[in-house]
């Protein structure tokens, strides 16, 4: 599955609520979010619109590997 393109920071948020990440701290134009399943997790998601993709994929990856999942499942559960 491609990545979504044009994704802002705030759907991105509110995608990885799903998976129990809750917004901890925003400071600036960055938000800090933390998971408690699956062992705790944190993760720096910049606050723009929309994310670049490479950044998008970095985020993604970092998750699918918390997870135990690969990327493309992920994606199926997030999108």
Request: aromatic letters at 4%.
């Amino acid at each position: 599955m491609k990545l979504p393109r044009d994704l802002p920071a705030d759907d991105l948020v509110k995608t990885l609520a799903k998976l129990g990440y809750e917004t901890t701290r925003q400071a600036g134009s960055h938000v800090r979010l933390t998971t408690r399943e699956n062992g705790e997790h944190h993760i720096t998601i910049p606050a723009h619109s929309p994310i670049k993709i490479g950044t998008l994929n970095s985020i993604l990856r970092d998750v699918a590997n918390h997870f135990n999942l690969e990327r493309d499942d992920l994606l199926n559960r997030l999108f």
